[in-house]
């Protein structure tokens, strides 16, 4: 049997059922040539006629170079014949590559939502296909709760498949569409219907409700399965579909099959991770497997000091075959051989004792709240200042924030910040005042009207997310009185985000102390001058 895996990508589709996520027709085209250059085989775009943003994607779709792109449907309702279906015609006249139809595999779906003769469900099955072959030369069977109704009744599920590939069906795919099926038994079901339909015409649709979407789909291939449907990041309804972030280097790495052009395009991996996570505008899973920021940080110094001989001892494979890269991480567990790897990744020397005085500086700082675990901004700053390398570009003498709550002119409550910063910067005082959308906006907007002369670089960057940890209180802390720990993500004009970090009993002294590292960073990486 050929080992080669066709990938389709279901994300402007299944992944667009997600709760809380309304993908635009830039963001479908965004993502679709995101797909594209990662060069899967297929890319569902959506239903045609089920919603505007569909229509208006499929009516001018983006030019793809390797994926074909498919049209997403039903098979024909009951008493209609497939020619005259309302549903089928705008998948049929769509301007996409192929047309892939879903139907009922499982009689009890037959017997309680359809409410139809199994003869029946069969032929809407055989004849849908059919016409799909002939208007869009190819065509996809969506066996619906496949394994679901292949455990209840064997003979009708088999009858369904067999009728799509009878049919004309270029792919019957398996769906574990309530997501309860484990590996073992996809792996026999899977096996159990190649006997009867080839398997490089069968693929596999799982969905995570066990947390066993990707096994489950490396399990389909290894009893046959040549097509495997998935989602960025395993973007999907209840808990999510197949995560074909997941899925393609484990086929291409840890099974050698060929994947086609993904499997030679891997590196692109973690950056259409990223784009859908932007696009979605949320933060990524710093713990995916591969992709995920974490997926090859080391903490632990004992951990560290072995990935510094040989990177082998602690990571299953090289980070850049996906797009990724080890990260270093800096902490009160953090050993000597940490602090070394960091300063390689950063570029900065430093020989005894002055390493001694960083490291014991990185365990204080962490007594008092800091943490450098994802705030690598801060500390190559922290490891500069020890080498005198970063000079004050202003001082903050004082600052004052006051946060009103009242009823506007037409009756509405509104809660508005006012900051008010006193910075030296060249050799002057100055004073500003600022309003905004809570305190650390308002400082923010201030800070920035009192430097921005001095320093025009700072125009260039922007705050992307800002996060609040209380720390575990003391035995005689009331709670409220905890050390706040309050990191802030930035970015440039060129898309470059770094993180830095504040700590203080007080929230809003903890977001001053990060925002100045935000702007200091900035500065020394823009090569200013202190003033």
């Not at 769906?175 to 009867?196: F, K, M, Q, S, W």
């Amino acid at each position: 049997m050929s080992e080669r895996i066709y990938l389709f990508d279901t994300t402007l589709r299944d992944g667009a059922q997600t709760q809380g996520v309304d993908f635009s027709v830039a963001d479908k085209e965004a993502i679709a040539r995101g797909l594209d250059a990662l060069g899967v085989d297929y890319i569902e775009g959506g239903w045609p006629g089920a919603n505007p943003s569909d229509d208006a994607f499929f009516q001018a779709p983006p030019a793809l170079q390797t994926a074909k792109l498919v049209a997403f449907g039903m098979t024909r309702r009951p008493g209609r014949s497939a020619e005259n279906d309302p549903g089928l015609a705008p998948i049929l006249s769509s301007k996409a590559d192929a047309a892939c139809l879903v139907g009922k595999s499982w009689d009890f779906h037959v017997d309680v939502a359809l409410e139809i003769d199994h003869a029946e469900n069969v032929a809407m099955i055989r004849d849908s296909i059919a016409l799909a072959k002939a208007r869009k030369g190819e065509a996809m069977f969506d066996a619906e709760h496949f394994f679901d109704g292949w455990k209840a009744n064997r003979a009708f599920a088999l009858a369904c498949i067999t009728a799509a590939y009878e049919a004309g069906a270029r792919w019957i795919v398996l769906c574990d569409t309530n997501g309860g099926t484990l590996p073992d038994e996809v792996a026999r079901i899977v096996a159990e219907a190649a006997e009867h339909v080839p398997g490089d015409h069968l693929g596999i649709h799982a969905h995570n409700d066990t947390g066993n979407a990707v096994a489950n789909s490396l399990a389909a291939v290894r009893a046959g399965a040549r097509q495997v449907q998935g989602t960025i990041n395993g973007l999907g309804e209840r808990c999510g579909n197949a995560d074909l972030m997941a899925v393609i280097p484990s086929l291409a790495l840890k099974m050698g099959m060929d994947c086609g052009a993904a499997g030679e395009r891997l590196e692109e991996l973690t950056d259409v991770s990223r784009l859908l996570d932007e696009r979605l505008n949320r933060p990524s899973d710093r713990h995916r497997p591969y992709v995920g920021e974490a997926a090859f940080a080391h903490k632990g110094g004992l951990h560290v000091s072995a990935v510094a001989k040989d990177p082998r001892t602690y990571e299953h494979i090289e980070p850049h075959l996906v797009g990724n890269r080890r990260r270093i991480v800096v902490s009160d567990q953090a050993g000597r051989s940490n602090v070394v790897a960091m300063l390689n990744e950063i570029g900065v020397e430093m020989e005894e004792p002055a390493l001694r005085r960083l490291l014991d500086e990185v365990k204080a700082q962490a007594l008092a709240g800091f943490a450098y675990d994802g705030a690598e901004a801060s500390f190559e700053l922290l490891a500069r200042r020890t080498r005198g390398e970063v000079p004050e570009y202003f001082d903050l003498i004082r600052f004052r924030v006051i946060d009103e709550r009242r009823r506007n002119a037409i009756g509405d409550l509104v809660t508005e910040s006012e900051a008010t910063v006193m910075v030296e910067v060249a050799g002057e005082q100055s004073m500003r005042v600022a309003n905004g959308n809570g305190p650390v906006n308002a400082l923010d907007t201030a800070l920035r009207a009192a430097l921005m002369s001095v320093y025009p670089d700072l125009a260039q960057m922007h705050l992307v997310d800002y996060k609040v940890r209380i720390m575990p209180p003391s035995a005689d802390s009331t709670g409220t009185d905890a050390v706040t720990r309050v990191t802030i993500e930035s970015q440039d004009q060129d898309g470059v985000r770094w993180t830095t970090v504040g700590a203080s009993a007080n929230i809003i002294d903890a977001s001053v102390m990060a925002l100045y590292d935000a702007y200091a960073y900035k500065l020394f990486r823009a090569g200013a001058r202190g003033a």
